[in-house]
């Protein structure tokens, strides 16, 4: 800022008004990234949240800071956004930490965890809980800096041929779902299977699979599964609110302008709201729409609940026993989510019991 | 864009890289704005919201565009705040649009009414839901373009010297609350008063009053009611949600170059998130105090809340007859919060319902 002072204390002899354009302009560099999202374009709430983000920043720079977006596969494999910020093949990556489980669990608490936060607690640790500290100190040895780009809200727990009447009706179920949700359903009996999105229809159509769960009501329609497993349970449990991620290299990161680098900020801010928006703006009607094609809501009994709950603090606990990396995010986590459950369960829980009562 | 256009034609000779700064640079004029805000700085987690908009807007352009934030009072008093922008006194302001309801009761839509939206589901509706389009026509009367910036989560229904066991209770009751709020209480018997928040605690303590209602705990706790009326009741029906709107001046906002239209914007968003996620941070342990304090918690009876519906209802159908304003807002926002709440009691609802029994 050196030369600003300067520029400043030249400027005192004549008439400088605080509406005029400095005599010489403080130039921004010309940028271009490129952003790697683990979505497909179909996705559009998720996908959306990066072109919106990407789009903030163009306008915010008039054009100089220019971030291409790309799909899953059109650079690198969904699987692998992460791995080519890491590696500097591209500056940033737009994904869910969930994808990351098998590296490190730890991840799952940028995303969601079984039984964790819900979307709103979630941002709330984020941005004011200790949370971005806490992730960015875990996610320096990968040389990435992670924002808060998104969330889904709680999931569906899917697409079910059979109904699920008691704990018994786990045993054996193959049910395609992913990471941690997949280790909890195992403890309780449950085969998880991993299959990409694409494939789920026909593997559940054939009846390789009993029961595939994918996000929510305007996701899950493009997919098409009530018509071939019309039972359609919730809450997906495994995730009650799934933050999705803005992950930039360390690197190009510290290279930017700090304006450049201000601008980012508010921008993957406003996609983290707006995408959660979409979410609740659009969930209603597709819902509507799947009921009316013939999807059967069902909640999981209680029982089944209760047991996934159990098994989840089991391993929780075994976790904590062997990865410090995890216990160190998990404990503030979970103290955070006791604490944000016991104010929410007063004004804001009475508030919406009263309002789903009424117009029931 | 004429002019870049001429440059990279210009430029096509030479060896242009894309991180090379362009030879001329697009100057941003320097801008000082003030910002008057509705509240003073002792609510520093809607006080700070208009302070990290203007920061963030700050370092988004180096310094060049400047909000300089005043509380209520320094400028223009608290409920005059939208008139000082109207009036062109101020560039932006930052307020509750309940304090406008006196004008017309159409404002108190961008903030929250009885029974309305919860706080993502009033961020739904404005970001993805139509919400900001009609509000912005409307506003558009006043010389106002409106940005949300910031909600109070579910408040708090207030500080009662005695216990609410039945309707008849409200009866009489001399209750310090405003604008709608009042209305609908007056409805059912009760007495509304208004009282400056400075004034609260000796109107309470000397018995001028029966109760009060403020905000939630983290605000509360700063007025110290719990020591003169401590049974602190919820769910504050009135306001599920409470948004808080950034105020632009028509002309200010036309007058911005679109890169500043674009930080402004992106910033606001920022500010939005950051207001909840500080109140939901930030009330559970206000309330842990708070009842260590003397506080007993109590929630009204059902029968109260169903005469406080009825109530509301009465009053909105009232208003859509004779105000076409708030008809064309109110029918679509009733819409939108009825297939919120519809969507909501499925995976939200029974997630977090979970949860909370899990948590007791």
Chains 1, 2 share one sequence.
């Not at 072109?51 to 596969?73: D, L, M, P, Q």
């Not at 045993?171 to 449950?190: D, H, N, P």
């Not at 004004?347 to 789903?356: H, P, T």
Request: aromatic share 12%; net charge positive; proline share 6%.
């Amino acid at each position: 800022m050196k030369r600003r002072g300067f520029l400043k204390a030249a400027a005192t002899g004549g008439a400088a008004t605080t509406l005029a354009a400095p005599a010489i302009a403080q130039t921004q560099p010309s940028i271009r990234w490129r952003l790697v999202s683990a979505y497909p374009k179909s996705l559009d709430t998720i996908y959306g949240a990066s072109e919106s983000f990407a789009k903030r920043v163009g306008a915010a720079t008039g054009g100089k800071f220019e971030i291409r977006t790309f799909a899953a596969g059109e650079i690198v494999p969904a699987f692998q956004v992460a791995d080519a910020v890491q590696q500097g093949t591209v500056e940033c990556a737009h994904a869910g930490a969930l994808l990351l489980f098998g590296k490190d669990p730890t991840f799952a608490l940028d995303a969601a965890i079984p039984f964790g936060m819900n979307s709103r607690q979630m941002t709330a640790w984020m941005y004011e809980g200790g949370g971005m500290q806490l992730l960015r100190e875990f996610y320096r040895d990968f040389g990435i800096v992670n924002f808060p780009c998104g969330n889904t809200g709680a999931q569906m727990a899917g697409w079910f041929r059979k109904e699920i009447k008691s704990p018994d009706d786990i045993k054996g179920l193959k049910f395609r779902i992913g990471g941690f949700g997949g280790m909890v359903l195992e403890r309780i009996g449950g085969v998880p299977q991993n299959i990409p999105p694409g494939d789920i229809y026909p593997a559940l159509e054939k009846g390789t699979i009993d029961a595939a769960e994918f996000v929510g009501p305007y996701d899950d329609e493009k997919l098409g599964l009530h018509k071939i497993a019309k039972y359609y349970y919730y809450p997906g449990f495994w995730e009650g609110g799934s933050q999705i991620s803005l992950y930039v290299g360390a690197k190009a990161w510290e290279s930017l302008p700090k304006e450049y680098q201000a601008i980012l900020e508010a921008a993957a801010a406003e996609a983290h709201v707006e995408m959660q928006a979409k979410y609740d703006a659009r969930n209603p009607a597709a819902l509507k729409r799947l009921v009316a094609g013939g999807a059967q809501l069902r909640a999981f009994p209680r029982p089944v609940l209760d047991a996934a709950w159990k098994a989840s603090n089991e391993v929780y606990a075994e976790l904590s026993a062997k990865n410090p990396k995890w216990k160190k995010v998990y404990e503030p986590y979970v103290k955070f989510r006791d604490e944000q459950i016991l104010w929410f369960r007063f004004a804001e829980g009475s508030f919406d019991s009263f309002m789903a009562s009424v117009k029931r």
